[in-house]
Structure formats: structure tokens, C-alpha cells
């Protein structure tokens, strides 16, 4: 998601710097890729996110179902329409370089060079700092645009958050913050939105068969674990499928398998190029999804419970974001799944009744047991062990949750800050092996070519 945005932001960059000519004026692109992002890039399928984003897709709105004829067509062309309006000589192969070594700013890191018909050159340098979030060489990490936003209630760690609270509760303080952008009906219908397409990648995912792409030859299981548990009925539509799964989850070990199901789908739909919700990273994105459709499916919810889940959840997200890292370049897979487990932790916690104190608490024990854990994909495809491990980050979640709702958290020893803390300790002692660079762990163990979508 990095690249693709970034790629994005320096289109925009060539059409204001070209002049009146627009990207008309450019002849030609280069894309250089450092560190983790070229080492695991294959794999993650950056090439393929740089060569949608230079032919003026967008990930929300691309026809996913497209991917991989569009790319494959571009690669045989050596073609592609930039910005979606100027057909420009692109080989992919010769023109997205990944190097072996690491630029020193971050190891996440890209460059892009345009030549311009007037012989000018456009080159910036952006770094993937992880959820698609993405700075710009010389600015500091700080934003671009030079906004400042100030909000009523900053949160800037979980003592603050919880000295806002006063008798409201974590998601009023999100919500309070997030009216400086938009009406309560924005975010209302913003997260609305997000659940739907999450609900769709699941349904999705539980209704595709077949081989995931890249080569490693891993059948996608989700589909055949839920025609198991639905005993092999089918459903017109999604609201019919989906209550079906209410229905079906009458013991405590099919609510279990539902779970791992739901983060399957929505992981194996990523391995295969779908629309994912990137939360807080695209590999970690079953994480939270799985977690809402429990609390959905399995508990006694509303459509607020589910909104105030992940207004909960995303300021969880921001907390280890501003503290420590979402980047499994910077903190290994701590910083995917442990974060992404931990803010379904404190999501779900929320929405069955966790007290703040107990909600930050759920958080805490979800990071804590995902503290030092490595990122160390096979092939650098984000397959083994990263499908799995969504399941096992929903299911430490739902446990998490459980345990604080029942805990004292005035007597806990470690708070969500100290254990942001922590986290942050650990990925810095971290070998770097270990951090998304498919240099150590199960991708040495287990070495495999990666094939080209
Ligand atoms: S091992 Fe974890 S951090 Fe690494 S790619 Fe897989 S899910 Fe992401």
C-alpha cells in the first residue's frame, strides 16, 4: 500500500512540475527499490502496486478482478498508460530495479525519477513507514501539506487517553477528536463503509477455492472451512450467508473455527491480490475483521457497537503508531499482527462492556504475548506464516478481551504504555534478519523461487 501511494504522490509531483503539458511532458520513469521494500518486494507484490499506481489506479476503486491481466499486459508491452492518460514505454523488468542494499533513512525505502521533455529530471525519495502511510525524503517524517490540527482531547499515550475519559467513555474521546474533520454522520457512514467492505472481503474469501499466486503453491482454505461448517448449504446473498454463520455457531469450538475462518478469508484474499482493509497493515488485515464478525455474529451486537469498535481500535492503532512502529520492516511482525491483535483487543473489550481501564488492559495482554515476534516470510510472500497468524492474532484478541472484562486493571503490572514501550525496545534489539527482509527464519528455512503475477 506504501508504494502504491507514494507512486500516486509522485504523478501528482511530475503533473505539477511538467507545466502545462502535463505528464504529456514525461518520457520516461524509473522506480528503485531499497532495503525490505526490494527484498520482500516480489513477494509483497510492490512491483505490482508501483505499476497500477503509474497507470492511475487507485486501491480503493480498482477492479481487482483486473490485476493480474493488467499487469501481465504491461509486462509483454512493455507499455502502460500514465496517469491513466499518457501511453508511455514502461518495462517493468528493466525499470523497477530492487537493490540489495538498504538506503540509511529508513528500510523501507523507494525512489522515483521522471525525465521530462525539456530535458528537466523529477526525483524524489519516499519512505514506507507501514498501513500505507508514507513520508517524503526531507520533511522530516512531519506532513507535507503544513496543516496544523489541533484536537480538543490529544492522545498521545493511554494514561492521556484515559485522564480525557472523566465518565465518557475511549470511543467518546475518539469521536470528540474526529469531529475536527467531520460530522458525526461522516464518520458514522466513513466506518459503515469500512465494515462493508470488510464484510465483502470475507464473504469473498470464504466463497474462493484454489491456489494462492507467487508460486509457493498454497491452497486457499477458508472457502472448504466454511462449506464444512455451513454442512455444504449455500445461500442467495450475503445477508442470507451470513446469518447462516449466526445460526451454525452453537458450540464453542465452530464460533472458534468461524474466527480462524474469517481472518483465512480475508488473508488469502490479500495473498491474491483483493480489496483488503488495510488495518493497520495489509498482512495483519484478517486481524480485525475476524474479531468484528465474532462480536457481530456470536455476541449481542449493534451497528454502534461495531463503530465505536473501531473508533476504539484505531486509536489503539495510533498509540503504537506515535510510540513505536505498524512497520514489520521496523519491528517485525509485532509491529503487524501484535499491533493489529491489540487494537481488536481493546475494540472488543470496549463493545462488551470493559471499563476504559479494562479496554487499554485487553490491549496491553494482546501485545504483550506478540511481543519479539519476527517477520520471516517464506519467499517474502505474505502467505506462510502470515495467513495463519491473523487467526491466531484474532483469537489472543477475543482472549484478551475476555480476560480484561473479568480483570481488576487497577492491579495490572504492565500498562498499554509501558508495553508500547516494550514493543518498541524489542524491535530496535531486533535483528534485522527478522524484519521483513526474507532473510532469516522460516524463509531460510524453507527457500522458495517467487513466480511474477
Ligand atoms: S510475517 Fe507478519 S509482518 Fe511479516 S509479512 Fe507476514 S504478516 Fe506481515
Not at 504483550?368 to 484478541?397: W, Y
Request: charged content about 20%; aromatic content about 6%; overall charge negative.
Amino acid at each position: 500500500m506504501g508504494p502504491w501511494r507514494a507512486t500516486q504522490r509522485f504523478i501528482e509531483l511530475c503533473r505539477r512540475e511538467a507545466g502545462p503539458g502535463g505528464l504529456d511532458a514525461v518520457q520516461s520513469v524509473r522506480v528503485d527499490l531499497f532495503g525490505s521494500l526490494s527484498k520482500t518486494g516480489r513477494g509483497h507484490g510492490t512491483d505490482i502496486a508501483v505499476i497500477l499506481a503509474l497507470r492511475g489506479e487507485d486501491p480503493v476503486t480498482c477492479d481487482t478482478t483486473l490485476i493480474e491481466h493488467t499487469v501481465r499486459s504491461i509486462r509483454e508491452r512493455r507499455m502502460l498508460m500514465l496517469g491513466g492518460c499518457r501511453l508511455l514505454a514502461f518495462d517493468p523488468a528493466r525499470q523497477i530495479v530492487f537493490h540489495d542494499r538498504s538506503l540509511p533513512e529508513h528500510p523501507n525505502a523507494m525512489t522515483l525519477t521522471a525525465g521530462l521533455s525539456d530535458g528537466r529530471e523529477v526525483q524524489r525519495t519516499y519512505y514506507s513507514i507501514g498501513g500505507g502511510f508514507v513520508t517524503e525524503e526531507g520533511t522530516g517524517g512531519g506532513s507535507s501539506s503544513g496543516l496544523v490540527v489541533v484536537h480538543p482531547y490529544p492522545v498521545g499515550s493511554g494514561e492521556q487517553w484515559l485522564g480525557h475519559c472523566g465518565g465518557r467513555d475511549l470511543a467518546m474521546i475518539v469521536r470528540e477528536n474526529e469531529r475536527v474533520w467531520r460530522s458525526d454522520d461522516e464518520i458514522d457512514q466513513g466506518l459503515l463503509q469500512i465494515w462493508s467492505v470488510m464484510r465483502e472481503c470475507m464473504h469473498r474469501g470464504c466463497h474462493s477455492a484454489g491456489v494462492l499466486p507467487g508460486g509457493l503453491n498454497v491452497s486457499r482454505r477458508a472457502a472448504a472451512m466454511a462449506d464444512r461448517l455451513l454442512s455444504g448449504a449455500t445461500y442467495e446473498g450475503i445477508d442470507a450467508w451470513f446469518n447462516a454463520v449466526r445460526d451454525s455457531g452453537a458450540s464453542f469450538r465452530q464460533v472458534l473455527k468461524w474466527v480462524s475462518c474469517f481472518a483465512l478469508a480475508v488473508n488469502e484474499e490479500n495473498a491474491s491480490f483483493g480489496r483488503v482493509v488495510t488495518a493497520p497493515t495489509n498482512g495483519a488485515a484478517g486481524v480485525i475483521p475476524a474479531v468484528m464478525m465474532y462480536y457481530d455474529r456470536f455476541c449481542q451486537s449493534t451497528q454502534r457497537g461495531l463503530i465505536d469498535f473501531m473508533l476504539v481500535a484505531g486509536q489503539v492503532g495510533s498509540l503504537f503508531k506515535q510510540g513505536a512502529t505498524i512497520s514489520a520492516a521496523m519491528g517485525g511482525c509485532q509491529a503487524e499482527i501484535g499491533v493489529s491483535s491489540a487494537m481488536a483487543a481493546a475494540g472488543l473489550a470496549h463493545v462488551l462492556g470493559a471499563s476504559p481501564e479494562q479496554s487499554l488492559m485487553a490491549a496491553e495482554i494482546a501485545m504483550e504475548h506478540h511481543l519479539g515476534m519476527t517477520c520471516d516470510p517464506i519467499g517474502g510472500l505474505v502467505q506462510v506464516p502470515c495467513i495463519e497468524r491473523n487467526s491466531m492474532g484474532a483469537v489472543k484478541a477475543i482472549t484478551a478481551a475476555n480476560i480484561a472484562v473479568d480483570g481488576d486493571a487497577k492491579a495490572a503490572r504492565v500498562s498499554l504504555d509501558d508495553v508500547i514501550r516494550t514493543m518498541w525496545a524489542t524491535a530496535l534489539d531486533m535483528n534485522s534478519k527478522y524484519k521483513e527482509t526474507a532473510e532469516g527464519g522460516l524463509a531460510v528455512a524453507i527457500p522458495v523461487g517467487v513466480s511474477e503475477c
